[in-house]
Protein backbone atom coordinates (compact mmCIF):
# COMPACT_ATOMS: atom_id res chain seq x y z
CA UNK A 1 0.00 0.00 0.00
CA UNK A 2 0.90 3.29 -0.73
CA UNK A 3 -0.27 6.79 0.78
CA UNK A 4 0.10 10.24 -1.49
CA UNK A 5 0.60 13.52 0.48
CA UNK A 6 -1.12 16.27 -1.89
CA UNK A 7 -2.53 19.50 -2.17
CA UNK A 8 -1.94 23.08 -3.30
CA UNK A 9 1.60 24.19 -3.18
CA UNK A 10 2.97 25.72 -0.81
CA UNK A 11 1.00 24.21 2.11
CA UNK A 12 3.45 22.45 3.97
CA UNK A 13 3.07 18.96 2.46
CA UNK A 14 7.05 18.86 2.52
CA UNK A 15 7.32 20.01 6.16
CA UNK A 16 4.57 16.89 6.19
CA UNK A 17 6.44 14.67 5.22
CA UNK A 18 9.74 15.62 6.56
CA UNK A 19 8.35 15.06 9.84
CA UNK A 20 6.67 11.95 9.02
CA UNK A 21 9.61 10.74 7.44
CA UNK A 22 12.61 12.41 8.99
CA UNK A 23 14.43 13.01 5.58
CA UNK A 24 15.56 16.46 4.53
CA UNK A 25 13.54 17.08 1.13
CA UNK A 26 13.20 20.81 0.49
CA UNK A 27 11.13 22.73 2.49
CA UNK A 28 10.67 26.81 1.84
CA UNK A 29 7.91 29.50 1.45
CA UNK A 30 7.58 29.72 -2.35
CA UNK A 31 5.17 27.84 -4.65
CA UNK A 32 6.87 24.54 -6.60
CA UNK A 33 9.79 23.70 -4.01
CA UNK A 34 8.90 19.97 -4.47
CA UNK A 35 9.49 19.06 -8.32
CA UNK A 36 10.27 15.27 -8.53
CA UNK A 37 8.02 13.43 -6.12
CA UNK A 38 9.61 12.03 -2.90
CA UNK A 39 9.07 8.57 -1.47
CA UNK A 40 10.12 8.10 1.63
CA UNK A 41 8.96 5.56 4.82
CA UNK A 42 6.65 6.72 8.06
CA UNK A 43 5.37 4.62 10.47
CA UNK A 44 1.81 3.75 11.94
CA UNK A 45 1.97 3.45 15.67
CA UNK A 46 -0.68 0.52 17.55
CA UNK A 47 -0.70 -1.00 20.64
CA UNK A 48 2.14 -3.99 19.99
CA UNK A 49 0.60 -7.72 20.52
CA UNK A 50 3.63 -8.23 23.07
CA UNK A 51 1.68 -7.08 26.15
CA UNK A 52 -1.48 -9.14 24.92
CA UNK A 53 0.90 -11.90 25.12
CA UNK A 54 2.85 -10.47 28.38
CA UNK A 55 6.14 -10.90 26.15
CA UNK A 56 9.43 -9.26 25.33
CA UNK A 57 9.77 -8.59 21.81
CA UNK A 58 12.58 -8.10 19.52
CA UNK A 59 11.05 -6.61 16.58
CA UNK A 60 13.35 -6.26 13.20
CA UNK A 61 11.40 -4.65 10.93
CA UNK A 62 9.80 -2.23 13.04
CA UNK A 63 10.09 -0.85 16.23
CA UNK A 64 8.46 -1.50 19.70
CA UNK A 65 8.65 1.33 22.41
CA UNK A 66 6.82 0.88 25.68
CA UNK A 67 4.32 -1.27 24.05
CA UNK A 68 3.69 0.88 20.93
CA UNK A 69 4.67 -0.72 17.76
CA UNK A 70 6.06 1.42 14.97
CA UNK A 71 5.44 -0.51 11.38
CA UNK A 72 7.16 1.02 8.53
CA UNK A 73 4.61 2.07 5.58
CA UNK A 74 5.26 4.05 1.99
CA UNK A 75 4.69 7.93 1.56
CA UNK A 76 5.02 10.40 -1.66
CA UNK A 77 5.14 13.92 -1.13
CA UNK A 78 3.85 15.02 -4.38
CA UNK A 79 4.65 18.56 -5.53
CA UNK A 80 1.88 20.79 -5.39
CA UNK A 81 -1.00 21.93 -7.32
CA UNK A 82 -2.43 25.36 -9.32
CA UNK A 83 -5.62 25.73 -10.47
CA UNK A 84 -5.84 24.47 -13.88
CA UNK A 85 -2.89 21.86 -13.27
CA UNK A 86 -4.81 19.42 -15.69
CA UNK A 87 -4.84 21.79 -18.53
CA UNK A 88 -1.40 21.85 -17.82
CA UNK A 89 -0.75 24.85 -15.83
CA UNK A 90 1.91 24.99 -13.24
CA UNK A 91 4.19 21.55 -13.83
CA UNK A 92 0.41 20.09 -14.96
CA UNK A 93 0.12 16.88 -15.14
CA UNK A 94 3.17 15.34 -13.86
CA UNK A 95 1.82 15.98 -10.59
CA UNK A 96 -1.32 14.11 -11.07
CA UNK A 97 0.76 11.22 -12.66
CA UNK A 98 3.07 11.09 -9.78
CA UNK A 99 -0.02 10.03 -8.01
CA UNK A 100 -0.89 6.79 -10.15
CA UNK A 101 -0.06 4.03 -7.81
CA UNK A 102 -1.22 5.76 -4.55
CA UNK A 103 -3.99 3.31 -2.82
CA UNK A 104 -5.12 6.74 -0.55
CA UNK A 105 -4.21 10.37 -0.44
CA UNK A 106 -3.72 13.00 2.55
CA UNK A 107 -4.63 16.36 1.41
CA UNK A 108 -3.05 19.15 3.33
CA UNK A 109 -4.40 22.20 3.44
CA UNK A 110 -3.60 25.42 4.67
CA UNK A 111 -6.25 26.21 7.14
CA UNK A 112 -4.83 29.61 8.04
CA UNK A 113 -5.67 30.96 4.75
CA UNK A 114 -2.36 32.17 4.52
CA UNK A 115 -1.79 31.41 0.92
CA UNK A 116 -3.19 32.24 -2.35
CA UNK A 117 -4.34 29.88 -5.26
CA UNK A 118 -0.73 30.10 -6.82
CA UNK A 119 0.31 29.01 -3.33
CA UNK A 120 1.96 32.74 -2.70
CA UNK A 121 1.68 33.79 0.78
CA UNK A 122 -1.09 36.30 1.68
CA UNK A 123 -2.62 37.67 5.01
CA UNK A 124 -3.45 35.30 7.03
CA UNK A 125 -7.57 34.34 6.56
CA UNK A 126 -7.90 35.82 3.46
CA UNK A 127 -8.06 32.59 1.31
CA UNK A 128 -11.04 30.04 1.96
CA UNK A 129 -9.20 26.52 3.09
CA UNK A 130 -12.49 25.64 1.30
CA UNK A 131 -11.91 26.96 -2.09
CA UNK A 132 -8.69 24.66 -2.02
CA UNK A 133 -10.03 21.53 -1.09
CA UNK A 134 -12.43 22.38 -4.18
CA UNK A 135 -10.36 22.87 -6.53
CA UNK A 136 -7.61 20.14 -5.82
CA UNK A 137 -10.03 17.89 -5.88
CA UNK A 138 -11.62 19.04 -9.26
CA UNK A 139 -8.37 19.11 -10.78
CA UNK A 140 -8.21 15.33 -9.95
CA UNK A 141 -11.32 14.78 -11.15
CA UNK A 142 -11.32 16.09 -14.62
CA UNK A 143 -7.60 14.29 -15.15
CA UNK A 144 -9.01 11.24 -14.28
CA UNK A 145 -11.94 12.15 -17.17
CA UNK A 146 -8.99 13.01 -19.53
CA UNK A 147 -7.80 9.97 -19.02
CA UNK A 148 -10.80 7.98 -19.70
CA UNK A 149 -11.91 10.95 -22.85
CA UNK A 150 -8.62 9.50 -24.66
CA UNK A 151 -9.98 6.36 -25.61
CA UNK A 152 -14.06 6.94 -24.86
CA UNK A 153 -15.23 6.95 -28.38
CA UNK A 154 -13.81 3.28 -29.16
CA UNK A 155 -14.85 2.51 -25.55
CA UNK A 156 -18.43 3.30 -26.60
CA UNK A 157 -18.69 1.98 -30.15
CA UNK A 158 -17.18 -1.40 -28.91
CA UNK A 159 -19.98 -1.33 -26.20
CA UNK A 160 -22.48 -0.61 -28.16
CA UNK A 161 -21.80 -3.14 -30.90
CA UNK A 162 -22.29 -5.78 -27.73
CA UNK A 163 -18.26 -6.78 -28.32
CA UNK A 164 -16.76 -5.30 -24.47
CA UNK A 165 -18.16 -4.60 -21.22
CA UNK A 166 -17.76 -1.25 -20.40
CA UNK A 167 -16.53 -1.57 -16.96
CA UNK A 168 -13.82 -3.68 -17.90
CA UNK A 169 -12.71 -1.89 -21.09
CA UNK A 170 -12.39 0.63 -18.30
CA UNK A 171 -10.33 -1.15 -15.83
CA UNK A 172 -7.43 -1.98 -19.12
CA UNK A 173 -8.00 1.83 -19.54
CA UNK A 174 -7.34 2.89 -15.72
CA UNK A 175 -4.68 0.01 -14.66
CA UNK A 176 -2.31 2.45 -14.82
CA UNK A 177 -4.30 4.18 -11.55
CA UNK A 178 -4.56 1.08 -9.65
CA UNK A 179 -8.32 1.04 -10.02
CA UNK A 180 -10.17 -2.03 -10.53
CA UNK A 181 -13.29 -3.56 -12.66
CA UNK A 182 -15.24 -3.29 -9.04
CA UNK A 183 -14.61 -0.30 -7.96
CA UNK A 184 -15.74 1.31 -11.75
CA UNK A 185 -18.70 -0.42 -11.05
CA UNK A 186 -19.47 0.95 -7.69
CA UNK A 187 -18.80 4.40 -9.26
CA UNK A 188 -21.71 4.31 -11.80
CA UNK A 189 -24.35 3.16 -9.45
CA UNK A 190 -22.57 5.98 -7.07
CA UNK A 191 -22.92 8.51 -9.61
CA UNK A 192 -26.44 7.51 -10.58
CA UNK A 193 -25.07 6.64 -14.01
CA UNK A 194 -25.72 3.28 -16.47
CA UNK A 195 -22.83 1.91 -18.37
CA UNK A 196 -24.75 -0.13 -20.94
CA UNK A 197 -25.10 3.12 -22.85
CA UNK A 198 -22.12 4.70 -22.84
CA UNK A 199 -22.77 6.90 -25.63
CA UNK A 200 -25.67 8.89 -23.94
CA UNK A 201 -22.86 9.73 -21.75
CA UNK A 202 -21.45 13.23 -22.24
CA UNK A 203 -18.63 15.18 -20.34
CA UNK A 204 -20.31 16.21 -17.34
CA UNK A 205 -21.90 12.42 -17.21
CA UNK A 206 -17.75 11.34 -17.29
CA UNK A 207 -17.02 14.03 -14.52
CA UNK A 208 -19.58 12.80 -12.03
CA UNK A 209 -18.60 9.69 -12.43
CA UNK A 210 -14.99 10.26 -12.57
CA UNK A 211 -15.55 12.05 -8.78
CA UNK A 212 -17.11 9.21 -7.82
CA UNK A 213 -14.40 6.72 -8.72
CA UNK A 214 -11.69 9.36 -7.08
CA UNK A 215 -13.91 9.00 -3.68
CA UNK A 216 -13.70 4.97 -4.04
CA UNK A 217 -10.53 4.22 -5.73
CA UNK A 218 -8.31 6.79 -3.83
CA UNK A 219 -9.58 7.88 -0.79
CA UNK A 220 -8.44 10.84 1.17
CA UNK A 221 -8.40 12.46 4.42
CA UNK A 222 -7.67 16.20 5.06
CA UNK A 223 -4.75 17.06 6.87
CA UNK A 224 -5.63 20.90 8.30
CA UNK A 225 -2.11 22.04 8.32
CA UNK A 226 -1.21 25.35 10.08
CA UNK A 227 -3.43 24.43 12.96
CA UNK A 228 -1.13 26.90 15.38
CA UNK A 229 -1.89 29.86 13.21
CA UNK A 230 -4.89 32.15 14.91
CA UNK A 231 -6.78 32.56 11.74
CA UNK A 232 -7.16 28.33 11.64
CA UNK A 233 -9.26 27.37 14.05
CA UNK A 234 -12.51 28.86 12.72
CA UNK A 235 -11.97 27.60 9.57
CA UNK A 236 -11.00 24.39 11.12
CA UNK A 237 -14.43 24.29 12.54
CA UNK A 238 -16.12 24.80 9.22
CA UNK A 239 -14.27 22.12 7.72
CA UNK A 240 -15.60 19.97 10.49
CA UNK A 241 -18.94 20.52 9.21
CA UNK A 242 -19.25 18.51 6.06
CA UNK A 243 -18.34 14.89 5.79
CA UNK A 244 -14.75 15.21 5.11
CA UNK A 245 -11.85 12.93 7.30
CA UNK A 246 -10.21 15.42 8.82
CA UNK A 247 -7.49 15.68 10.83
CA UNK A 248 -5.91 19.15 12.92
CA UNK A 249 -2.64 19.47 11.99
CA UNK A 250 0.94 21.49 12.80
CA UNK A 251 3.36 19.73 10.66
CA UNK A 252 6.31 22.10 11.48
CA UNK A 253 5.81 21.39 15.41
CA UNK A 254 6.03 17.37 14.64
CA UNK A 255 9.16 18.02 12.91
CA UNK A 256 10.33 20.47 15.51
CA UNK A 257 9.97 17.81 18.35
CA UNK A 258 11.16 14.75 16.23
CA UNK A 259 14.01 16.68 15.41
CA UNK A 260 14.65 17.71 19.23
CA UNK A 261 14.35 13.93 20.11
CA UNK A 262 16.83 12.76 17.67
CA UNK A 263 19.28 15.11 19.16
CA UNK A 264 18.19 13.82 22.75
CA UNK A 265 17.27 17.53 24.16
CA UNK A 266 13.42 15.48 25.12
CA UNK A 267 11.67 12.38 25.43
CA UNK A 268 8.56 11.95 22.56
CA UNK A 269 6.91 9.64 20.54
CA UNK A 270 5.28 10.54 17.63
CA UNK A 271 1.40 10.63 18.55
CA UNK A 272 1.97 11.86 21.84
CA UNK A 273 -0.30 14.42 23.74
CA UNK A 274 3.21 15.44 25.76
CA UNK A 275 7.21 15.64 25.71
CA UNK A 276 9.26 14.93 28.68
CA UNK A 277 12.79 18.12 28.27
CA UNK A 278 15.60 15.81 29.55
CA UNK A 279 17.75 18.43 30.64
CA UNK A 280 16.69 22.27 30.01
CA UNK A 281 20.00 23.62 30.82
CA UNK A 282 21.10 22.71 27.95
CA UNK A 283 18.58 24.17 25.34
CA UNK A 284 19.05 27.51 24.39
CA UNK A 285 16.38 30.26 25.25
CA UNK A 286 15.20 29.71 21.42
CA UNK A 287 14.69 26.19 22.14
CA UNK A 288 12.99 26.87 24.94
CA UNK A 289 10.68 29.32 23.66
CA UNK A 290 9.50 26.98 20.43
CA UNK A 291 9.16 23.82 22.94
CA UNK A 292 6.40 26.14 24.47
CA UNK A 293 5.14 27.22 22.22
CA UNK A 294 4.05 23.60 20.80
CA UNK A 295 3.32 22.73 24.17
CA UNK A 296 0.49 25.43 24.95
CA UNK A 297 -0.64 26.42 21.59
CA UNK A 298 -0.74 22.82 19.72
CA UNK A 299 -0.56 20.51 22.46
CA UNK A 300 -2.42 21.76 25.26
CA UNK A 301 -4.98 22.86 21.99
CA UNK A 302 -5.44 19.70 19.95
CA UNK A 303 -4.40 17.42 22.00
CA UNK A 304 -1.22 16.01 19.34
CA UNK A 305 0.36 17.19 16.44
CA UNK A 306 -1.87 15.47 14.17
CA UNK A 307 0.89 14.03 11.59
CA UNK A 308 1.10 10.53 13.60
CA UNK A 309 -2.83 10.50 13.39
CA UNK A 310 -2.73 11.31 10.03
CA UNK A 311 -0.90 8.68 8.38
CA UNK A 312 -2.23 5.99 10.88
CA UNK A 313 -5.92 7.05 9.86
CA UNK A 314 -5.00 6.78 5.94
CA UNK A 315 -3.74 3.60 6.47
CA UNK A 316 -5.98 2.09 9.02
CA UNK A 317 -9.42 4.14 8.54
CA UNK A 318 -9.40 4.88 4.94
CA UNK A 319 -7.53 1.52 3.03
CA UNK A 320 -8.86 -1.03 6.38
CA UNK A 321 -5.51 -1.88 7.31
CA UNK A 322 -4.48 -4.69 9.65
CA UNK A 323 -1.67 -5.46 11.52
CA UNK A 324 -0.50 -9.14 11.44
CA UNK A 325 2.47 -10.25 13.45
CA UNK A 326 4.20 -13.46 11.17
CA UNK A 327 6.37 -15.95 13.16
CA UNK A 328 8.63 -18.89 11.66
CA UNK A 329 7.79 -20.58 15.38
CA UNK A 330 4.39 -21.19 16.59
CA UNK A 331 5.19 -22.08 19.82
CA UNK A 332 8.18 -19.43 20.70
CA UNK A 333 6.30 -16.87 18.47
CA UNK A 334 9.66 -15.92 17.13
CA UNK A 335 11.75 -16.44 14.09
CA UNK A 336 14.67 -19.17 13.40
CA UNK A 337 16.85 -16.54 15.26
CA UNK A 338 15.01 -16.39 18.52
CA UNK A 339 13.35 -12.70 17.71
CA UNK A 340 10.77 -13.14 19.35
CA UNK A 341 7.29 -11.46 17.34
CA UNK A 342 10.10 -10.20 14.88
CA UNK A 343 7.93 -8.38 11.96
CA UNK A 344 4.55 -6.68 11.67
CA UNK A 345 3.00 -6.01 8.53
CA UNK A 346 0.21 -3.76 7.12
CA UNK A 347 -2.22 -5.79 5.38
CA UNK A 348 -5.23 -4.78 4.00
CA UNK A 349 -8.85 -6.26 5.55
CA UNK A 350 -9.58 -9.47 3.82
CA UNK A 351 -6.25 -10.38 3.08
CA UNK A 352 -5.75 -14.17 3.95
CA UNK A 353 -3.18 -16.22 5.24
CA UNK A 354 -2.34 -17.28 1.54
CA UNK A 355 -1.11 -13.38 0.74
CA UNK A 356 0.54 -12.87 3.65
CA UNK A 357 2.53 -15.59 2.58
CA UNK A 358 3.42 -14.06 -0.69
CA UNK A 359 4.58 -10.40 1.10
CA UNK A 360 6.64 -11.81 3.26
CA UNK A 361 8.42 -13.83 0.00
CA UNK A 362 7.14 -14.84 -2.95
CA UNK A 363 8.22 -18.40 -2.91
CA UNK A 364 7.17 -18.98 0.49
CA UNK A 365 3.64 -17.97 -1.32
CA UNK A 366 4.00 -20.08 -4.21
CA UNK A 367 4.92 -22.85 -2.05
CA UNK A 368 2.24 -22.25 0.59
CA UNK A 369 0.89 -25.60 2.57
CA UNK A 370 -0.83 -24.18 5.49
CA UNK A 371 -0.67 -21.61 8.24
CA UNK A 372 -1.07 -22.05 12.51
CA UNK A 373 -2.96 -19.30 14.54
CA UNK A 374 0.00 -18.94 16.84
CA UNK A 375 -2.31 -18.00 19.34
CA UNK A 376 -4.92 -20.56 19.57
CA UNK A 377 -2.50 -23.17 18.10
CA UNK A 378 -4.50 -24.31 15.64
CA UNK A 379 -3.72 -24.61 11.98
CA UNK A 380 -5.86 -22.56 9.33
CA UNK A 381 -6.49 -23.12 5.23
CA UNK A 382 -5.19 -20.51 2.70
CA UNK A 383 -7.69 -18.93 2.12
CA UNK A 384 -8.62 -18.17 6.31
CA UNK A 385 -9.07 -14.09 6.91
CA UNK A 386 -6.84 -12.70 8.55
CA UNK A 387 -7.67 -10.48 12.13
CA UNK A 388 -6.10 -7.65 13.37
CA UNK A 389 -3.39 -8.53 15.74
CA UNK A 390 -3.17 -12.31 14.24
CA UNK A 391 0.42 -14.20 14.71
CA UNK A 392 0.77 -16.03 12.28
CA UNK A 393 3.00 -18.69 11.00
CA UNK A 394 2.99 -20.16 7.60
CA UNK A 395 4.27 -23.66 6.27
CA UNK A 396 5.85 -23.83 2.80
CA UNK A 397 7.49 -26.34 0.62
CA UNK A 398 10.27 -23.28 0.32
CA UNK A 399 11.32 -23.41 3.94
Known amino acids: MLVGIIGKANTGKSTFFNAATLLNVPMAAYPFTTISPNLGVGYIRVKCVCKELN ?16 IPVKLVDVAGLVPKASEGKGLGNKFLDDLRQSDAVIHVVDSSGSTNSEGRTCEPGERDPLDDIEFVESEFDMWIRQIILRDWTRISKTSESGDGKVELMLAERLSGLSITEGQIHEAFRNADLKSGKPALLDKEDLLRFSRCLRRIAKPGLIAANKADLPSSESNIGRLREGDRFLVSCASEAELLLRR ?51 INASYLSLLGGIIVYPVEDESKLSDKKGNVLPDAYVLKNGSTAKDLAHVIHTDIGDGFLYAM ?25 SK
Open 373 to 397: DAKKGTRVSGDYLLKDSDVICIAST
Open 55 to 70: LDDNPVNSNCIHGNRF
Open 260 to 310: ATAKGLIKYLPGDGSFEIIDRSKLTEEQNKALRFVEDKILARWGTTGVQEA
